[in-house]
């Protein structure tokens, strides 16, 4: 469960299932049970991109950018389903303040950015689809640190203006510190999960996923 204005992260090993639950959610994967219930209605049967209209983004795991499309034409990409075309401009220069970096490189091919700035892309990209809940999946994969630092500081910044989170992140520390509630999740099953700050102080967590003895 994921409550309007939250941000919840599920952590875990590993093959734990993290990125197949934001898949399922997201409707990229079929579920073989259960359903997905979003604002009191059940999604689970719609194809992927009627999701977006529905209010749901992602910003994949490696990104996922359009290589061949210049950072400004991924941002367009994420409006697809949008025609206020003023407004759309609006966002797109938006990502620009958001992400200084991004309006430096507007014609730039995606493909060859560095990996941190095709982050900061996915997840403008995702926010031009004016989305009601944001699922992120390991954001912070193979970035420099303190390029994580930027991504996270930009993950708290959306939220305060509004943004519902659900973030995928191996990253179990930052994730939990700014994150309201957390699941931990151990081969398909969730296994705990409470408050955030409760989860960073519980033995087991502390032991397994923050490297503290």
């Known amino acids: 469960t994921v409550e309007k204005g939250e941000i919840v992260t ?5 093959g ?5 639950t934001l898949r399922a959610i ?11 219930i979003f604002d009191g ?3 689970s049967t719609h194809p992927a991109h009627a999701w977006v209209s529905k209010g749901i983004a992602m910003v994949p795991e490696g990104r996922g950018v359009f290589a ?14 949008r025609n206020d075309k003023a407004a ?3 966002d797109i220069e938006k990502s620009y303040e958001m992400f200084p970096r991004l309006g430096e490189r ?17 997840v403008t990209r995702a926010l031009m689809s004016k989305p009601r809940l944001l699922l992120m999946d390991e954001p912070s994969m193979g970035l420099a ?22 973030l995928v992140e191996q990253n179990a520390h930052m994730a939990l510190q700014i994150a309201n509630r957390g699941y931990v999740l151990q081969t398909g099953q969730i296994v705990l999960t409470d408050k955030a700050s409760v989860l960073q102080k519980d033995p087991t967590v502390q032991k397994a996923y923050l490297g503290i003895e």
């Open 10 to 14: 599920l952590i875990g090993g590993n």
């Open 16 to 20: 734990a299932g993290k990125t197949t």
């Open 26 to 36: 997201s409707g990229l994967m079929p579920t073989r049970g259960g359903n997905v």
């Open 41 to 43: 209605e059940d999604v």
């Open 68 to 81: 061949k499309l210049s950072v400004e034409e991924n941002l367009e990409m994420g409006a697809f389903h």
């Open 88 to 90: 759309i401009r609006a």
């Open 106 to 122: 507007r014609t730039q091919l995606a493909g060859t950015m560095s990996g941190g700035e095709q982050q900061m892309l996915a």
């Open 145 to 166: 640190p303190v390029l994580v630092d930027v991504i996270f500081e930009a993950i708290e910044t959306i939220n305060k203006e509004g943004m519902t989170i659900l």
